[in-house]
T-cell receptor, first 111, second 114 residues
Framework: GNSVTQMEGPVTLSEEAFLTINCTYTATGYPSLFWYVQYPGEGLQLLLKATKADDKGSNKGFEATYRKETTSFHLEKGSVQVSDSAVYFCALLTGANNLFFGTGTRLTVIP | EAGVTQFPSHSVIEKGQTVTLRCDPISGHDNLYWYRRVMGKEIKFLLHFVKESKQDESGMPNNRFLAERTGGTYSTLKVQPAELEDSGVYFC????????????FGPGTRLTVL
């Protein structure tokens, strides 16, 4: 079956710290992988995506590389800002076209 | 261009009552999806419309949930009768095409069943 396992939160970091949120997946076939972000009071927004092995998705300083050998798609950012405080969801998309999400990781960045 | 909108933003009802959630997708998007996040767990797929037809409703939890998309525009999700375990955040998303095209999400409706 299809599933996503992501790092439990919450995560609290100081501004300019390095961020890693782990995400591993189980999937049939060759899924596309996504990171969505939900800022306070808003809906889910696509942060970045990768559609095949070894692809790197990047946006707003965040990066994630599709690693087929380790079935992972870890989210990283070299220097977080207070404005990055949000809930981050790892997700995969299969041929059935519905997204499978992880449980979400709440990030709080303190000044 | 307006994004996906959902109404209401919050709903508090008692067990046994009926609630109807509404989703207006981005104009021109044929694909509409409903998802649900219960009690801080993962967001789970409920169903997928292509225009007015149900393409996939494998995630609908039981027959107390009824989704419609009359005319292929907005969609409603009715819960009747509501149970305590239905509490959660219900998200709607829409996309223009299939095969990995980005799904645009609404802000969600937070449903609390007392």
């Amino acid at each position: 079956g299809n599933s996503v396992t992501q790092m439990e939160g919450p995560v609290t970091l100081s501004e300019e710290a390095f961020l890693t949120i782990n995400c591993t997946y189980t999937a049939t076939g060759y899924p596309s992988l996504f990171w969505y972000v939900q800022y306070p009071g808003e809906g889910l927004q696509l942060l970045l995506k990768a559609t095949k092995a070894d692809d790197k998705g990047s946006n707003k300083g965040f990066e994630a590389t599709y690693r087929k050998e380790t079935t992972s798609f870890h989210l990283e950012k070299g220097s977080v800002q207070v404005s990055d405080s949000a809930v981050y969801f790892c997700a995969l998309l299969t041929g059935a076209n519905n997204l499978f999400f992880g449980t979400g990781t709440r990030l709080t960045v303190i000044p | 261009e307006a994004g996906v909108t959902q109404f209401p933003s919050h709903s508090v009802i008692e067990k046994g009552q009926t609630v109807t959630l509404r989703c207006d997708p981005i104009s021109g998007h044929d694909n509409l999806y409903w998802y649900r996040r219960v009690m801080g767990k993962e967001i789970k797929f409920l169903l997928h419309f292509v225009k007015e037809s149900k393409q996939d409703e494998s995630g609908m939890p039981n027959n107390r949930f009824l989704a419609e998309r009359t005319g292929g525009t907005y969609s409603t999700l009715k819960v009747q009768p509501a149970e305590l375990e239905d509490s959660g955040v219900y998200f709607c998303a829409s996309s223009q095409e299939l095969r990995g095209n980005e799904q645009f999400f609404g802000p969600g409706t937070r449903l609390t069943v007392l």
